[in-house]
């Protein structure tokens, strides 16, 4: 099903006075209709049932343009409860439809359904929903298109077509049953059997040559690839063989070009790809290797699809493939990475905020729960944990939003801290004294209009690695990143603060560090996780909630009046 009506409204979304007349702004309102429910796949050799929207893999794509409004209904065929989540859209005043279950709703029932109302305002470019219940996200996910609005276009020449492509994992097994088998034992969840783009694993994986997916493309022309990396528990590079791309937007953004031979994206991740058929006709792969910097378990295969000319040419026996980054290449990451600006320009303007009220230090660590007689199935028969300020996050059984709302006790603590419990030699030998977090459902309360700084401190504990930080409810500018310990004297001098990226998820660097800044002018309940998903399992998350206002337009609207129950 796509959308299935959409229709023109007046959105009083703010009104001008010029030249004595009263304009107001317009915006679509789109209407679509997901049906979950379990759909037999067969990829690798290996037939199974997976939960999908729509019995497809990836989910359909909704498409907007800039400020518009969609109102998506969910109905849940399946066996469990679910939530969908918009991701990159900030949905102003409006965390009861942004999506994490047990954060901002409980989730759809079996037979159940909700409607959830995607309020879009500045985003521009690509994001991606996707389901946030446990691991269903593996096969509950699409993309959004997010069109400029009407009258203008891109800051760069229009493309002659579009196209989305979906990087994702393929599992053999159930992936509920495997989480929930890593869960009941704390050992490490079992890694996928093959990447996929568009939904097929392509060469040069088993039984899948035939099956790869294939964009056509006219010789001369320009192409915009709005490419999603809606993977688990891995960044990849990417790259098309014989071909330069343009990256010219990240997380539904503009960037200053970077013209490159690949990209490195991570979990949670979109960017916007320009490319141009300017080789002679012939197929050349596509292709998507996992970047992965930790001796943790990880899906070392790769995946392809085609890029295919149109014309009269011969066939060729041995399809180009692109050269790419070997998978600790931790150089080449940085090397794409760091080139990553805001455009920045009249059309598209950065507001980087300069005073800092609220600042944060947040520690980020792999950890471990010490289990009684070494009976579970991680490191020294301890359980596998993560934290953020040494904190490892349990997930309440009433949401919090509606807990925060209606002032419900016992759900939540609002006493989540600027700083680690201690100072320690974070990226260095950081010994046993921070191996083990304590356990809490912790949130942070932030001043409406409050000008933020987050600094996420990698750590050496545990099991390091780069970490995929995604904040619900805002863009931030990554405003900084190095390795080694943060200095706020020294590693504050290296900020850019005139176009940094305006972003939804980063990459903190294996043993670094990463700072953000953003106005707290969304009121609201707001998730805060790594995207690496077997790390958001274990624990390392946190919840902020930005306070109202002074009037009704700067406080969170009321409740629908359907949502789901908590039981």
Not at 61 to 85: E, L, P, S, W
Request: aromatic share 12%; net charge neutral.
């Amino acid at each position: 099903m796509g959308s299935t009506k959409t229709s023109l409204v007046l959105g009083f979304l703010g009104f001008l006075f010029l030249d004595s007349l009263l304009f107001c702004s317009a915006y679509n309102v789109h209407h679509y209709s997901f049906l979950l429910r379990e759909t037999n796949f067969t990829r690798l050799c290996t037939t199974k049932s997976m939960f999908t929207v729509n019995g497809q893999w990836p989910g359909p794509t909704i498409h907007v343009r800039k400020g518009d409004k969609a109102f998506v209904n969910v109905h849940n065929n399946g066996d469990y409860g679910v939530t969908i989540h918009w991701h990159g859209v900030k949905q102003p005043k409006n965390p009861w439809s942004d999506g994490p279950e047990n954060i901002t709703q409980c989730p759809i029932k079996p037979g159940k359904n909700f409607t959830y109302e995607v309020i879009f305002s500045d985003e521009e470019g690509t994001l991606w929903w996707h389901a946030h219940s446990d691991w269903s996200r593996a096969t509950i996910h699409g993309a959004i298109v997010i069109l400029p609005e009407i009258g203008k276009t891109y800051p760069f020449p229009k493309p002659y077509a579009e196209q989305v492509l979906i990087l994702a994992e393929w599992f053999n097994g159930d992936v509920k049953e495997l989480i929930d088998e890593a869960t009941s034992t704390g050992g490490d969840p079992t890694p996928s059997n093959a990447y996929a783009l568009n939904g097929q694993p392509g060469f040069p994986n088993n039984c899948s040559n035939e099956t790869s997916f294939r964009f056509p493309v006219q010789y001369g022309k320009t192409y915009l690839l709005r490419l999603v990396n809606a993977g688990m528990n891995e960044e990849m590079f990417f790259g098309i063989a014989k071909h330069n791309i343009t990256v010219v937007a990240q997380d539904a953004a503009y960037i200053k070009p970077i013209t490159t031979s690949y990209i490195m994206i991570t979990p949670g991740q979109t960017m916007d790809i320009l490319v141009t058929a300017n080789q002679a006709p012939s197929y050349y792969y596509m292709a998507a290797s996992p970047f992965f910097d930790s001796s943790a378990p990880y899906d070392a295969t790769n995946t392809s699809a085609i890029l295919q000319y149109t014309g009269t040419y011969t066939i060729p026996t041995n399809i180009s493939y692109p050269t790419l980054p070997n998978v600790t290449d931790k150089a080449a990451a940085d090397n794409f990475t760091t080139r990553i600006r805001s455009l920045a320009s009249a059309e598209h303007p950065v507001h980087v905020p300069k005073n800092v009220t609220t600042r944060i230090f947040i520690t980020v660590s792999v950890n471990q729960i010490v289990c009684a007689n070494a009976s579970c199935g991680g490191p020294s028969g301890n359980r596998l944990s993560a934290s953020l300020n040494n904190i490892s996050f349990v997930t309440p059984s009433t949401d919090v939003l509606q807990a925060y709302y209606k002032s419900l006790p016992n759900v939540f603590d609002k006493d989540f801290p600027n700083l680690p419990p201690y100072k320690f030699n974070f990226t260095g030998d950081v010994g046993n004294n921070t191996l083990y977090p304590s356990l809490g459902t912790k949130a942070r309360l932030i001043n409406y209009g409050d000008v933020v700084e987050i600094v996420y401190q990698g750590t050496n504990v545990g099991n390091a690695e780069n970490h995929p930080m995604h904040l619900h409810g805002f863009s931030f500018y990554l405003v900084g990143k190095g390795y080694g310990n943060f200095d706020l004297t020294n590693s504050t001098k290296t900020y850019n603060l005139i176009d940094p990226p305006e972003v939804n998820t980063i990459g903190v660097p294996k043993n670094g560090w990463a700072a953000i800044r953003f106005v707290a002018n969304n009121p609201g309940v707001w998730f805060m996780h790594c995207h690496l998903e077997r790390h958001a399992s274990w624990g390392m998350d946190t919840v902020l909630i930005v306070k109202n206002g002074p009037t009704n337009e700067t406080s969170i609207r009321p409740p629908p009046a359907n949502l789901p129950i908590c039981s």
